[in-house]
């Protein structure tokens, strides 16, 4: 591997290790490899407000499964 080339991986992952403090200081719980998905989504395209809107969606329909669960086994 080239000088070039590790220097390049090195300031990507000095750059999701940033993003992951800040969004851990925002309370986003979005994990590293989550945060990671999303950036290369953002960076192929993909609209940042509708990611969040999709994003806040799954989260929504993941919490009312475990509400649902939660009543199942009661």
């Given at each position: 591997?080239?000088?070039?080339e590790s220097d ?67």
């Amino acid at each position: 591997m080239s000088s070039r080339e590790s220097d390049r991986i090195t300031s990507a992952q000095q750059t999701l290790d940033i993003l992951h403090e800040m969004s851990q200081l925002l309370n986003t719980q979005l994990d590293k490899e989550t945060l990671a998905t999303c950036v290369q989504l953002i960076e192929s395209g993909v609209n940042p407000e509708a990611l969040a809107a999709v994003v806040t969606e799954l989260r929504r329909e993941n919490l009312q499964l475990d509400g649902t669960q939660s009543l199942k086994t009661q």
